[in-house]
């Protein structure tokens, strides 16, 4: 099921280049440092010929801490810069090239001993989610989840006991030996992923997942199987459990701040809703959003933003039709904007939004960047796409499952399974084209921020700091943008280009 429309669903870690300053990183001995920057060299994206490259490493200096080896291949380098008790650390990574978008460069997050101890890094590195536990996730039954269990902890292991008593409907609370050398917030948060569906079949919850279970699942959960998501950040469900018919529901173990949505998400839902009366009133009633979600998801990630800008008026079909035939045009210099054969509305659309490097623009994304952050604003201020989304994501066939653990020095406590349906921890959904659309490129359609009761969202245009040229590295990284590039056939003074052409995406 979740391979159908992959290209749409959000990212949620982009590796040490999605960092942010004051990021903390952690050893297994519970040392910390703190991210400050990563800098590419060169600057620009591109490839450095040897000889810049051996000037750029002799200016960097020999304190840095080199995560891999440089190659004949080798021809760019990421430095980042951390703060420690010592004071400042750099570690270094040497890339074959370095791509123009920041993110495009991807790089682990781990320098050294240290890794990202962000909440989702928290996840992939606790060793206790179905992902790391079963090697089999998919049409599982709970005792081959026991079996499973038992050959990688061994069957004396207290978390195997557990599971065992749940699947054989012991009641709650259920006290057990704490397991040694294991976190419990690791256990609560994560192993419990495992035991959720488990409580669902045995009917050992609180709350009101029957409700789900009589819409959904022709009343009872007891005669389905369990299936784990391939991925350890997945969308808005962490388990399934599904019918021999093919019915189903989906289990969302996430409290507080959860995933992000995707279209691929909300189409499930509103697939999900058609199957029940109250589903399908609830779609008549929103069937300007599922109108929205549908076009998007059919138009693609060029053409839906066009079809939205001009739905909302922020260009024209003239308009459209020019940006269209911008692709695989030559980079321009930004200040020659004017003196293009273009309309001035796109002239105007293009001005406002800023870029890292005006004097080496491609209008095609750029313009596609700044009508689809526009567009997401005019769709989250201007209709009523937040609620009625929310609506569709919490009515759809998805149980949020709450646990209720407590922690001793020799005995934990497991005391309840509580159930939410439907769902209410998703207060409004977003549209946002944030991590998708740059003026350096597109790396997938539009994409929903989840609002959980939090701060509301803000759709914004991406303003990316100038950054000045260090004296000692400008030299060499200005001979990525010196040379004549081919003049746009729309422009009458066009910019100069840059070095590589950039693929498409």
């Known amino acids: 099921m979740r391979d159908l429309l992959d290209q749409l669903i959000l990212i949620e870690s982009t590796g040490l280049a999605g960092r942010k300053p004051g990021d903390v990183f952690k050893s297994p001995s519970g040392n910390q440092i703190v991210f400050k920057k990563l800098d590419f060299y060169p600057q620009q994206g591109g490839i450095l ?29 990421a430095v980042a810069t951390f703060d420690s008790d010592q004071g400042e650390v750099r570690y270094g990574f040497y ?37 790391d536990l079963l090697s089999q996730r998919d049409n599982l039954t709970s ?156 138009l693609g990630q060029v053409n839906a933003p066009l079809y939205l800008g001009q739905k909302y008026g922020i260009i024209d079909d003239t308009d459209a039709n020019t940006i269209r035939k911008l692709r695989g045009a030559a980079p321009i210099n930004l200040d020659n904007i004017d003196q293009m054969n273009i309309s001035d509305n796109l002239k105007k659309l293009a001005k ?11 209008l095609f994304y750029h313009l596609l960047a700044s009508i ?66 740059f003026s350096t490129g597109i790396k997938g359609n539009f994409t929903f921020k989840i609002d959980r009761g939090g701060k509301k969202f803000k759709e914004k245009e991406q303003k990316p700091e100038r950054k000045k040229k260090e004296p000692e590295l400008a030299k060499a990284a200005d001979i990525l943008t010196k040379g004549s590039g081919l003049p746009l056939s729309m422009a009458r003074n066009s910019g100069q280009g840059v070095g590589r052409e950039k693929q498409e995406p």
């Open 49 to 77: 010929p040897k000889d810049n490259l051996d000037q750029i490493l002799k200016d960097l200096g020999l304190d840095i801490n080199w995560q891999n080896s440089r190659s004949p291949k080798t021809g760019g380098v």
């Open 95 to 131: 890339k074959n090239d370095i791509k123009a978008n920041r993110t495009d460069n991807k790089i682990p997050n781990q320098v050294g001993e240290y890794r990202f101890a962000g909440k989702a890094a928290e996840k992939i590195q606790s060793g206790l989610t179905p992902q």
């Open 352 to 362: 406002e939004r800023e870029t890292d490097d005006p004097q080496n623009v491609n």
């Open 143 to 298: 005792e081959s989840i026991i079996a499973q269990l038992s050959e990688k902890l061994g069957p004396e292991n207290s978390l195997v006991q557990l599971t065992q008593r749940i699947a054989g409907g012991e009641k709650f609370p259920i006290r057990f030996a704490a397991p040694e050398g294991l976190s419990f917030t690791g256990f609560r948060d994560y192993f419990c992923e495992i035991l959720q569906p488990i409580a669902l079949q045995v009917g050992s919850y609180t709350g009101n997942a029957a409700e789900a279970a009589e819409q959904y699942m022709d009343g009872s959960f007891g005669d389905s199987l369990i299936s784990f998501d391939e991925s350890k950040n997945a969308g808005l469900s962490d388990s399934i459990l599904t019918k021999s018919d093919g019915k189903y529901v989906k289990i969302s173990t996430k409290g507080g701040a959860g995933a992000q949505a995707s279209v691929k998400n909300l189409t499930d839902s509103i697939r999900e809703l058609e199957q029940t009366p109250n589903g399908t009133k609830l779609l008549e009633k929103y069937k300007d959003t599922i109108e929205i979600v549908n076009t998007v998801s059919e």
């Open 372 to 437: 689809a952050h526009l567009a997401a604003i005019e769709v989250n201020d201007k209709t009523d796409f937040s609620k009625a989304a929310a609506d569709i994501l919490n009515n759809g066939a998805l149980i949020q499952v709450y646990t209720e653990a407590s922690q001793g020095i020799k005995e934990w406590e497991l005391t309840e399974f509580n159930t939410v349906y439907p769902g209410t921890s998703i207060k409004g959904v977003f549209f946002s084209a944030g991590k998708t659309y």
